[in-house]
């Protein structure tokens, strides 16, 4: 009989394996500062990583920086960044954070949580991956890829991504917190995705995954084999 592991031992395992498969991680949104990494971030919303990236240098050729962006009006924003969805909300959301950014903060992003959560169109997670990625201040956002896994391998209930972000932060060493985020995205959108999922492909949640999850995930690989016996 397998020797249960304890929460502690689980945790490390997860850690060495998402440590050997990425040992590197580069911020998947293309950006040269912080400024372009938040408009990039905010166009992420609903939105693939590689779409954003197509889009951006479209964008950014046009008004890089705050004092260049509001230039622009809300329209001509919108008609750029349509490809990412929401443009009537992220448009106006980009054009006002960067009249703010030049008004109270001089021109600079602020690293400061409560500074970038009262932009517009700027909430936790966002502020969250821009203290993380752009200041390299601790940080754990928490995306759908996220909050998903840590359900699966039994670290949180599932309940609410605002409770999935606090277990990660009780769970996780703060010095690893920036790199970890990353990493358990890539695992995700690799080896454990939301549809088509494999219990034999993802190593993780196949030796410390919540139990109950991988006997809903046999139960319905057996119907659907005995389905195929027919």
């Known amino acids: 009989m397998k020797k249960p592991v304890s929460k502690q031992e689980k945790v490390q395992a997860i850690i060495e394996i998402l440590e050997e498969l990425y040992p590197e991680t580069p911020v998947p949104l293309d950006h040269k500062d912080p400024y372009t990494l938040l408009v990039a971030v905010l166009l992420s919303a609903q939105c693939t990583d590689e779409r954003v990236n197509q889009i951006t240098p479209l964008l950014f050729e046009r008004a890089n920086n705050p004092y260049d962006m509001v230039k622009l009006t809300i329209d001509e924003i919108k008609a750029i960044i349509k490809p990412c969805g929401l443009s009537p909300m992220k448009s106006k959301g980009i054009w006002h954070l960067s009249e703010m950014i030049i008004k109270q903060?001089?021109?600079?992003?602020?690293?400061?949580?409560?500074?970038?959560?009262?932009?517009?169109?700027?909430?936790?997670?966002?502020?969250?991956?821009?203290?993380?990625?752009?200041?390299?201040?601790?940080?754990?956002?928490?995306?759908?890829?996220?909050?998903r896994l840590m359900y699966r391998w039994g670290l949180s209930n599932g309940k609410s991504v605002e409770q999935t972000e606090k277990d990660a932060k009780r769970i996780f060493p703060k010095e690893k917190w920036n790199k970890l985020h990353l990493q358990i995205i890539f695992y995700g959108r690799e080896y454990c995705p939301a549809r088509g999922f494999s219990l034999d492909k993802c190593i993780i949640t196949r030796q410390y995954g919540r139990r109950s999850f991988i006997n809903d995930v046999l139960k319905a690989q057996n119907k659907k084999s005995s389905k195929t016996r027919v």
């Open 105 to 147: 903060h001089d021109g600079q992003v602020p690293a400061d949580f409560k500074a970038l959560e009262a932009m517009p169109a700027v909430g936790h997670k966002t502020a969250s991956v821009v203290m993380a990625q752009a200041f390299n201040i601790p940080a754990f956002p928490v995306d759908t890829h996220i909050h």
